[in-house]
């Protein structure tokens, strides 16, 4: 059993920083991509950044130059540190790990809870 678990959401002025932690628990799942996703209010769920067991790193356009991901491997966690927030920024942000088990060849995707984002102009 995979499960995430998500901590430091919250509320932020404009222009100021927040940062999200996840950590993924399951020995025996191999995790190959870690990231985050956002869901604003009305809006469907998109991408905010990735990073790869390489460490290649994904970002939307829209975080670009603001957002940082972070991830260790050792510790299966992955953390975004989110500075220059913008009030466009408020959404509930899930984390995101795509792996598989040990043993197994189907890769499963798997989504944390979600933490709410609020940022207030």
């Known amino acids: 059993q995979v499960q995430l678990v998500e901590s430091g959401g919250g509320l932020a002025q404009s222009g100021g920083s927040l940062r999200l932690s996840c950590a993924a628990s399951?020995?025996?799942?191999?995790?190959?991509?870690m990231g985050w996703y956002r869901q604003a209010p009305g809006k469907e769920r998109e991408l905010v950044a990735t990073v790869s067991l390489a460490g290649n790193t994904n970002y939307a356009d829209s975080v670009k130059g603001r957002f940082t991901i972070s991830r260790d491997n050792a510790r299966k966690t992955v953390t975004l540190q989110m500075n220059s927030l913008k009030p466009e920024d408020t959404a509930v942000y899930y984390c995101?790990?795509?792996?598989?088990?040990?043993?197994?060849?189907?890769?499963?995707?798997?989504w944390g809870q979600g933490t709410l984002v609020t940022v207030s102009s």
């Open positions: 995101y790990v795509r792996g598989v088990r040990a043993g197994e060849i189907k890769y499963l995707q798997i």
């Open positions: 399951g020995r025996t799942f191999n995790i190959e991509t």
